[in-house]
């Protein structure tokens, strides 16, 4: 017999009646007579609660959102099954490259081997979809293919440079254009402050953060450059620190203060963590942008006994690694920002003098030989990228204060000066946002 959907059917049997009517439902039968049961069809897995926890156990015919986060996720399978039966786990956060799942069969076998074998898998965006077969060949997977392409955030088309100091501390802003066009003044919001810095955050918006008058205060940039009132501090006071995105979507800052290697992840929503314990030589006056795509670096600086060019990458996960061996001259008062889509630039800064030297990175964070310098030379400037692929350096001291510009193009080509616009001012800082 059909299905019959939208409709009621009769079923007569020894004097009485049963009407089956909702779609989906299932008749069973007893016998001739009308013993019968009815049963709703589930149409397919149930999907459950979003799992965050280091440890579950399945269930046949459920579905499993596994967030690792936080943690890798030991997952324990029912201790028996039946042919048909049906579970699926996936990562929820694109995060199993980082923390997987491990699958513990517990005394069936998986894909025919028994469960001494460990079962694992890791990577970023993989769903995985399990059916019992029998028990020879036990619980197969009948997919466990990784989502390829991850949702891409709008690109970096404009900027804006801010706050610092013009002899007395101001927050004022200039937006930056899509085709590297600074506009003139926009009244500062929020506290006033110099030695600060910016990253791009949540793939369109921005965050100023820190800064002298020593402080953990932080202004978000929304998506059309307009900066918002103070945001309570998070984590230690500082100032001359730096700051860049990672993985995408997120921000962090680092170094700075009195000699510090300290850092604060900033969320996709724009939300400062507390400290996480600095990785790396102390220092201050350091330079940083992103590089391949989703990862970071930071470099060179002064950790108050000399300047330095040692490097120290970060994660696509935020983790900053080790001292990597200074390539090109060693300065402080440097920036840096990204062009090309997934590489990056430092340039200027000052040693014995100012400069306006650079050094290109590689989409893998390998920093080249100094390039020469091309512009003012000039230090304690700020830089960001702008449409899409190209970046700015902007402002600084020279030894006056000064609002030059200089773009950076998509193969890392820095252009001659651009006459300023807007107050001249050194200790800014600046990000791009769409």
């Excluded at 920036?335 to 100012?354: L, P, R």
């Amino acid at each position: 017999m059909s299905g019959i959907v939208g409709s009621k059917l009769n079923i007569r049997g020894s004097g009485s009646v049963a009407t089956l009517g909702t779609d989906g439902q299932v008749l069973t039968s007893s016998g001739a007579g009308v013993t019968a049961a009815f049963e709703d069809v589930a149409g397919g897995l149930t999907w459950q609660a979003i799992e965050t926890g280091s440890t579950m156990t399945a269930v046949a015919g459920e579905g499993y959102w596994v967030n690792t986060t936080s943690n890798a996720c030991t997952i324990t399978l029912p201790s028996s099954a039946s042919n048909g039966d049906e579970i699926t786990f996936a990562d929820y956060d694109r995060t199993w490259g980082t923390n997987g799942i491990v699958i513990d069969s517990n005394g069936l076998n998986y894909q025919g081997d028994d469960d001494s074998f460990d079962v694992e898998y890791g990577t970023d965006g993989q769903a995985v979809n399990i059916v019992y077969s029998d028990a020879t060949n036990g619980w197969i997977p009948i997919s466990d293919d990784a989502v390829a392409d991850v949702p891409s955030p709008p690109p970096n088309d404009e900027g804006i440079f801010g706050f610092g100091t013009t002899g007395s501390v101001t927050a004022v802003t200039n937006l930056v254009s899509n085709s590297g066009v600074v506009a003139t003044d926009t009244a500062g919001v929020g506290t006033v402050r110099k030695g600060i810095a910016a990253t791009q955050y949540g793939g369109d918006k921005g965050i100023f953060g820190y800064g002298d008058p020593v402080t953990a205060v932080t202004n978000l940039v929304s998506n059309t450059g307009v900066v918002a009132t103070d945001v309570t501090g998070v984590g230690t006071a500082r100032d001359n620190l730096v700051a860049c995105s990672y993985g995408g979507d997120k921000g962090i800052f680092g170094y700075g203060g009195t000699y510090s290697s300290l850092t604060n992840l900033v969320s996709n929503a724009g939300v400062v963590a507390t400290d996480t314990t600095g990785v790396g030589t102390a220092r201050k006056y350091v330079g940083a942008c992103e590089y391949g795509g989703d990862k970071a670096i930071f470099g060179y600086g002064s950790t108050g006994v000399a300047d330095v060019s040692m490097t120290n990458l970060v994660s696509n996960a935020g983790v900053v690694g080790t001292d990597v061996t200074g390539v090109g001259t060693a300065r402080n008062a440097v920036k840096a920002c990204s062009y090309g889509d997934d590489k990056g630039i430092f340039a200027y800064g000052y040693v014995g003098g100012y400069q306006s030297m650079s050094n290109l990175v590689s989409n893998a964070g390998v920093v080249a030989t100094d390039v020469t310098g091309v512009g003012t030379d000039r230090g304690y400037l700020a830089a960001c990228e702008y449409g899409q692929d190209k970046g700015i350096f902007g402002f600084g001291e020279s030894p006056t204060r000064v609002s030059t510009t200089n773009l950076v193009s998509n193969t890392g080509v820095i252009a001659t000066d651009t006459t300023g616009v807007g107050t001249g001012r050194n200790g800014l800082a600046a990000c791009s946002f769409n």
